[in-house]
């Protein structure tokens, strides 16, 4: 498994939200097995993403598909700061 770790702050988290639900990318068509959305607890306009993939390639693929998307979020001023990253799942163990 690897996952494709998001961040950015967003100007706001309900219209983030709205445009995350459209899926504008096809998360599922493009590998995307699963996905997790968190926020600090201290900061509402942060929000970190996990997308999930069987492969890197894929993970890959969609971070840069994602970051063609970001630039124009950015410009609009919707989020800002991303960033992504690929992390490979190493051990895993429920408790």
Known sequence: ???LQIEH???SYDIWKATFDSDPLGRAREGVISYRIYQPLDDPKYVVVDLVFED????EAFRVMLRD???SAEQEGLITEARA???KQVEAQQL
């Open 1 to 3: 498994m690897h996952t």
């Open 9 to 11: 702050s967003v100007e």
């Open 85 to 87: 990253r690929i992390l």
């Open 69 to 71: 998307q970001w630039k």
């Open 56 to 59: 890197s390639i894929d993970a």
